[in-house]
């Protein structure tokens, strides 16, 4: 038989499902406002003085956009998971 999750362990698995796909959000977010090209030229000077960061959250062959994806999937699927095992309990 199995065991379903407890309330407070449920809220714990939403917290970290709602967590992943914020931050997924925000990595998919960012990859995908640096590589679009100024619209004005005041955005153009403003992007000449502006130095884009070496710090890189993940390896080089998983870019930025993908590994957003990838945790907003992971969220999604933990919460789904999370509801079905709540259910079960009811």
């Not at 679009?36 to 959250?57: C, E, I, K, M, Q």
């Amino acid at each position: 038989m199995t065991r379903s999750p407890s309330p407070r362990s449920t809220v714990v698995l939403y917290t970290v499902s709602a967590t992943c796909a914020a931050l997924g959000a925000l990595l998919w977010i960012r990859d995908r406002s640096t590589h679009t090209p100024p619209r004005f030229y005041g955005n153009v000077l403003v992007a000449d003085s502006h130095t884009t960061s070496a710090w890189r959250v993940w390896s080089r062959a998983v870019t930025e956009e993908r590994l957003g994806l990838y945790l907003v999937v992971a969220g999604l699927v933990l919460a789904l998971a999370t509801r079905l095992l709540s259910a079960r309990r009811d």
